[in-house]
């Protein structure tokens, strides 16, 4: 028997580790099994080139708890050790690496935001372990050997009477670490972090029902069998090749990969590239509807089919958080700060690839089929329009399928809607008004005077879109964006021929004044203009800059506070030749004409759903006395 101490220049590395990131304790299990992973794979390996001549069978790694013991066994049936290698690779590499990783992260690693904990590997097992045991006998024709360590820095070494190949590792828990000898605590992690390892992972025994006998009675009970528990599955979709997969396939691995999500996705997205990085997966377009806050941890990131973490960020772009699936890669540095994560060339050059086969695919998906694609826009349009105001690589390519509804149920790209309405909706500094509302309904008598003049309107009503529009302005030349209830539809796109008033300007004067004495200035901003006499009398609207300022302040960015501090200010546009401006101009006492002037603003700010409360009663009490 040996004996030895671990060579130790990191002062109490023992209690570091138990105490390191107290709340990833559970992260031991995932490095035990990535270990028994490693070892099992290595042997096919060799088996495979032929260089052992042993055989590699059907392997499988088994996990079991013996709570009288306090005991959890992780045993494998991969390439073993020797004495010689568990000096080596236990006493030396393994805790070389660990003393290393946690002189780097012991202060940090709580702020640092790391992502997984690779490296710490087996010493990890004393984060739950008082003694762990070693028991390992390698595929070369010597003795097993038995390593015992109770936690200090001192070991024994001895020789074993185990005959098959592979390693058991036996974990004596802790008393504070008692859940770990729980069926459902250790099902839960394997579940977590094994759950697509590449070697089978047995857990208990599980009952399975067979099928009845031809000569069984309908009220003879099934026959069962007890049978091994494998809790993963060792060849998830992402490790096949795209043309081996089938739709049916594809739906039942995002079932798999989200047991509790009853809605089918809209459509994946396969990653397969193994240059200049390797990367593998499979992303999911789930419908999103208009929600922006919904639950970015969806995408779960692994690192050879090892679960890592499921906050994506800085590795995906962040428009496509908001997608669910897959992302395999050995590639991405798992022990380093966020911060490090965003400047990694490798990261920057993963993401800009996902990126592109996004807007590939989305591209591919509107060309083959753009009359199913038009169907899903509402389902989808939130992650491509956070894309393009978000990655100016994605807003290039998006030209292509990014969609315009408008008021009547059609979708135009945006080159379809330029060519559309450039005769008819170019005013007169030749620039092209593009017309939308945001509410179909609340903004349905603007919508109607302007489709009355033969515009097209969009109906673009997702939260982001004064960003987006922000954006196509800066981008497409000579294109400016309008809401239909932005000014009176002569105002918003101006033509050279003006309407002549039957106002004259001394009358306009005086309608001005009596307007002022009934309307509050701080609210409302009177403009007398000369419209169509079928047209509103009193029309209320809000300046395009300051509301596109407040809407683009609310959703994040666009300008300082003040825009949000500001009181809402409107302006009244009075129509000076609609027959009631000139009842309300020809009539003779104050009453009568505040009352008039009263009830059509109010009607006005109805219209708005500006009228509300108090108001809103008072003006419905006051209707119902003019009826009478």
């Known amino acids: 028997m040996a004996t030895g101490n671990i060579n130790v220049s990191v002062e109490n590395i023992f209690p570091l580790i138990k105490k390191f990131l107290y709340s990833d304790h559970e992260i031991f299990l995932r490095e035990l099994i990535s270990n028994a992973t490693d070892a099992t794979l290595k042997l096919k390996h060799l088996t495979g080139i032929g260089d052992v001549k042993v055989e590699y069978g059907n392997p499988f790694i088994e996990v079991k708890i013996d709570k009288e013991k306090s005991q959890l066994h992780i045993i494998d049936q991969g390439i073993g050790m020797t004495a010689e290698e568990v000096e080596k690779y236990i006493n030396q ?32 097992a004393f984060m739950v372990a008082n003694k762990v045991e070693i028991i390992t006998k390698s595929f070369k024709d010597e003795p097993a050997a038995h390593w015992i360590c109770d936690g200090s820095p001192s070991y024994t070494l001895e020789a074993h009477d ?3 190949r592979g390693t058991e590792i ?48 309908e009220e003879d009970p099934a026959p069962t069998q007890e049978v091994d528990n494998i809790i993963n599955n060792p060849n998830p979709a992402w490790t096949k090749q795209p043309a081996d997969l089938t739709d049916e396939n594809y739906k039942s691995f995002y079932r798999e ?4 999500q009853f809605e089918e996705p809209l459509f994946n997205i396969h990653l397969n590239v193994d240059y200049p990085f390797n990367l593998t997966g499979i992303l999911y377009f789930p ?22 973490t499921d906050n994506v960020e800085g590795i995906v772009p962040e428009f496509l958080t908001m997608l669910r699936g897959v992302i395999d890669s050995p590639d991405i540095p798992l022990n380093v700060s966020r911060s490090y994560l965003q400047a990694d060339g490798a990261v920057k050059k993963i993401s800009s690839y996902i990126t592109r086969k996004v807007a590939d695919k989305l591209n591919s998906l509107f060309k083959n089929d753009r009359e199913d694609f038009e169907k899903k826009w509402n389902d989808i349009k939130i992650v491509i329009e956070y894309g393009m105001l978000s990655e100016d690589k994605f807003f290039e390519k998006a030209d292509k399928f990014a969609l315009y509804p408008t008021v009547d149920g059609s979708y135009l790209t945006f080159d379809e809607l330029r060519e559309k309405i450039k005769n008819n909706q170019t005013d007169k500094d030749d620039k092209l008004v593009v017309l939308y509302a945001s509410n179909q309904d609340e903004q349905h008598a603007y919508i109607a005077a302007a489709k009355d003049k033969g515009y097209e309107v969009l109906l673009l009503d997702s939260p982001i879109v004064s960003h987006l529009i922000q954006k196509l302005e800066t981008s497409q030349e000579n294109v400016t964006f309008a809401r239909v209830d932005g000014d009176h539809i002569n105002n918003l796109i101006k033509k050279d021929e003006e309407t002549i008033s039957k ?14 004495k009934v309307i509050p200035s701080s609210s409302y901003t009177i403009q007398l203009e000369a ?8 029309m209320i609207t809000q300046p395009e800059f300051m509301r596109r300022m407040k809407e683009m302040q609310q959703t994040g960015g666009g300008g300082m506070n003040m825009f949000g501090n500001m009181p809402e200010m409107h302006n009244l546009i009075v129509n000076t030749n609609h027959e009631l401006i000139t009842e309300i101009k020809n009539t003779k006492t104050d009453k009568k004409k505040e009352r008039l002037i009263k009830q059509s603003l109010d009607l006005a700010r109805l219209s708005q759903n500006l009228l509300k409360g108090e108001e809103l009663t008072e003006f419905i009490k006051r209707s119902f006395e003019m009826v009478k």
């Open 93 to 124: 590499i393994a805790f070389s690496g660990a003393e290393e990783f946690l002189e780097k992260y012991k202060d940090s690693a709580k702020d640092s935001g790391i992502i997984g904990h690779f490296g710490l590997g087996f010493y990890s």
């Open 257 to 260: 990969l989200y047991p509790m």
């Open 531 to 538: 419209m169509d006499s079928n047209a509103s009398p009193f």
């Open 162 to 164: 185990k005959t098959d």
């Open 170 to 217: 036996i974990l004596h828990i802790g008393e504070e670490d008692a859940q770990f000898l729980e069926e459902s605590k250790i099902n839960e992690l394997l579940v977590k972090y094994n759950k697509f390892m590449p070697i089978p992972i047995k857990f208990g025994m599980k009952t399975e029902t067979l099928p009845k006998p031809e000569d069984a009675k």
């Open 287 to 308: 419908k999103l509807g208009q929600d922006m806050n919904i639950q970015k941890d969806k995408i779960q990131l692994y690192q050879n089919q090892v679960f890592v």
């Open 503 to 516: 106002l004259s300007d001394e009358e306009k004067e005086t309608l001005k004044a009596d307007l002022e």
